[in-house]
C-alpha cells in the first residue's frame, strides 16, 4: 500500500512544524502541505520541517485538498486527509489505514465523537452543527455518521470515482455523502482530538466562519442526497 497524506494549510505557520513531527513517518510514502494562500511563514516552515509544499492560492479548504490530489505521484494508491492545526493526534493515521490495507474498507473516517476528544476542544455549536447534519444524512440517504471529522482515509480509486468539486466548507460532507451514493465500503474509526497548537480556527474560531460552514454544510447535504 502506497499511502499520501495531505494537510491544507491556511497562516498556520504556529501549529505546522510540532504537527509535522508528531506524523509516523513509516505510514507514508509523502507528506504533502498544501499552503492555501498564508500570509505567514506557513509554506518555508514545513518545507524546513521536511514536508513537501505546493501552493494554492485559491481560497477555501476543498480546493486545497483538490490541488494536493492533483500533485500526488502516479503510485500513490490511498490518499489520508489530516488538518494542519495541532488537533488531529497523527499516530490515529495507522488505525484508519489499517481496515483499508486489510481489504475491508474503501474510505474510513475518523470520529471524533466516538473518540477520545480533550475538553473544549470541540465547541458546542460543532457538536450541535455535526448532530444535525448527521440526522438529515441518516434521514435523507440512510446512512449512519457519527462526525464530519477532517482525519480520514480513502482509496485513490474511490476518490477519483467521487469526482469532489467542493472548493471550501463542503468538502467534508461531500465526500461523506458521495461515498455513500457510490456504494464504497465506509467505516468509522475512533480518533482523539486535541485543542489547537495555536492561532485562531477560520471556522469554528469566529462566528461568521461558523454560520458559513453550517450554512454551506446544510445545502450540500439538501443538494446532494437529491441529485
Same mark, same amino acid.
Given at each position: 500500500?502506497?499511502?499520501?497524506?495531505?494537510?491544507?494549510?491556511?497562516?498556520?505557520?504556529?501549529?505546522?512544524?510540532?504537527?509535522?513531527?508528531?506524523?509516523?513517518?513509516?505510514?507514508?510514502?509523502?507528506?504533502?502541505?498544501?499552503?492555501?494562500?498564508?500570509?505567514?511563514?506557513?509554506?518555508?516552515?514545513?518545507?524546513?520541517?521536511?514536508?513537501?509544499?505546493?501552493?494554492?492560492?485559491?481560497?477555501?479548504?476543498?480546493?486545497?485538498?483538490?490541488?494536493?490530489?492533483?500533485?500526488?505521484?502516479?503510485?500513490?494508491?490511498?490518499?489520508?486527509?489530516?488538518?494542519?492545526?495541532?488537533?488531529?493526534?497523527?499516530?490515529?493515521?495507522?488505525?484508519?489505514?489499517?481496515?483499508?490495507?486489510?481489504?475491508?474498507?474503501?474510505?474510513?473516517?475518523?470520529?471524533?465523537?466516538?473518540?477520545?476528544?480533550?475538553?473544549?476542544?470541540?465547541? =458546542?455549536?460543532?457538536?450541535?452543527?455535526?448532530?444535525?447534519?448527521?440526522?438529515?444524512?441518516?434521514?435523507?440517504?440512510?446512512?449512519?455518521?457519527?462526525?464530519? !471529522?477532517?482525519?480520514? =482515509?480513502?482509496?485513490?480509486?474511490?476518490?477519483? =470515482?467521487?469526482?469532489?468539486?467542493?472548493?471550501?466548507? !463542503?468538502?467534508?460532507?461531500?465526500?461523506?455523502?458521495?461515498?455513500?451514493?457510490?456504494?464504497?465500503?465506509?467505516?468509522?474509526?475512533?480518533?482523539?482530538?486535541?485543542?489547537?497548537?495555536?492561532?485562531?480556527?477560520?471556522?469554528?474560531?469566529?462566528?461568521?466562519?461558523?454560520? =458559513?460552514?453550517?450554512?454551506?454544510?446544510?445545502?450540500?447535504?439538501?443538494?446532494?442526497?437529491?441529485?
Amino acid at each position: 500500500m502506497h499511502a499520501a497524506l495531505i494537510i491544507p494549510a491556511l497562516d498556520e505557520e504556529d501549529a505546522i512544524v510540532a504537527t509535522l513531527r508528531e506524523i509516523p513517518r513509516d505510514l507514508f510514502e509523502m507528506i504533502l502541505v498544501v499552503d492555501n494562500g498564508s500570509r505567514d511563514a506557513t509554506a518555508d516552515a514545513a518545507g524546513e520541517a521536511g514536508a513537501a509544499v505546493i501552493r494554492e492560492s485559491r481560497r477555501g479548504y476543498g480546493a486545497a485538498c483538490l490541488a494536493g490530489i492533483a500533485a500526488l505521484p502516479a503510485q500513490i494508491d490511498v490518499v489520508v486527509f489530516m488538518d494542519a492545526d495541532g488537533s488531529d493526534e497523527p499516530a490515529d493515521a495507522a488505525r484508519l489505514l489499517a481496515p483499508i490495507e486489510a481489504g475491508e474498507a474503501d474510505f474510513v473516517l475518523g470520529s471524533r465523537v466516538a473518540g477520545d476528544a480533550e475538553r473544549g476542544a470541540l465547541a =458546542a455549536h460543532q457538536r450541535f452543527g455535526n448532530r444535525l447534519a448527521v440526522t438529515l444524512m441518516r434521514g435523507l440517504l440512510g446512512h449512519s455518521y457519527s462526525d464530519l !471529522g477532517p482525519f480520514r =482515509a480513502i482509496r485513490r480509486a474511490s476518490l477519483e =470515482a467521487l469526482r469532489m468539486r467542493d472548493r471550501d466548507y !463542503g468538502w467534508t460532507i461531500e465526500m461523506q455523502i458521495q461515498a455513500v451514493r457510490r456504494g464504497l465500503r465506509i467505516q468509522e474509526i475512533p480518533v482523539r482530538y486535541r485543542k489547537r497548537r495555536g492561532g485562531r480556527s477560520k471556522v469554528s474560531g469566529n462566528v461568521w466562519g461558523s454560520v =458559513a460552514a453550517g450554512c454551506k454544510i446544510l445545502w450540500t447535504v439538501a443538494r446532494l442526497s437529491r441529485a
